[in-house]
T-cell receptor, first 112, second 116 residues
């Protein structure tokens, strides 16, 4: 079962930063936070993941609160191609299972 | 990252028939999964495809309806049996690599199934 809560939808102006929140108040100490996105008619695409520290890659930044009960995905300069559904997922670090359980996600619309 | 292909990419099928979806990966992977995405909905995990043994199904999914094969480390099939219009969905294959404490899961492009 999904253990995350996200807003249903958000808008962001093109060129501005998109900040997508996620609540995971029941996260365990051994669980990572993952972000995926799904552009219309495509399979989900991996964006970033983290455990405790903030993470940054070429696509986005992930800010995890100190208590780990929430996180924010930041797309620093949103483009029209970033319009997609963004999924926040928590997954244990152990190798058993490895399944991802998706919640409802946030539909992000980047506006010209 | 893995390159995953699925066949067919889409199909329209008659009710009562069965369709087998193929998933091919360009490298050996430990974990393979099958998901369903009903229209306008999020992804739901159907099962974990285990190489050399029976798949592990999630609650609400059974082998008789969704038989799965995984003959080797790069290939798996999902069959949707005795289809009804409620089976109209996108079916996605995904793969993951075990052995790391944090790993990534990669998804195929999906198979769009319409049952009439």
């Amino acid at each position: 079962d999904a253990k995350t809560t996200q807003p249903t939808s958000m808008d962001c102006a093109e060129g501005r930063a998109a900040n997508l929140p996620c609540n995971h108040s029941t996260i365990s100490g051994n669980e990572y936070v993952y972000w995926y996105r799904q552009i219309h008619s495509q399979g989900p695409q991996y964006i970033i993941h983290g455990l405790k520290n903030n993470e940054t890659n070429e696509m986005a930044s992930l800010i995890i609160t100190e208590d780990r009960k929430s996180s924010t995905l930041i797309l620093p300069h949103a483009t029209l191609r970033d319009t997609a559904v963004y999924y926040c997922i928590v997954r244990p670090t152990s190798n058993t299972g490895n399944q991802f359980y998706f919640g409802t996600g946030t539909s992000l619309t980047v506006i010209p | 990252s893995a390159v995953i292909s699925q066949k067919p990419s889409r199909d329209i099928c008659q009710r009562g028939t069965s369709l087998t979806i193929q998933c091919q990966v360009d490298s050996q992977v430990t974990m393979m999964f099958w998901y369903r995405q009903q229209p306008g909905q999020s992804l739901t995990l159907i099962a974990t495809a285990n190489q050399g043994s029976e798949a592990t199904y999630e609650s609400g999914f059974v082998i008789d309806k969704f038989p799965i094969s995984r003959p080797n480390l790069t290939f798996s099939t999902l069959t949707v049996s005795n289809m009804s219009p409620e089976d109209s969905s996108i079916y996605l294959c995904s793969v993951g690599y075990s052995g790391a404490s944090s790993y990534e899961q990669y998804f195929g492009p999906g198979t769009r199934l319409t049952v009439t």
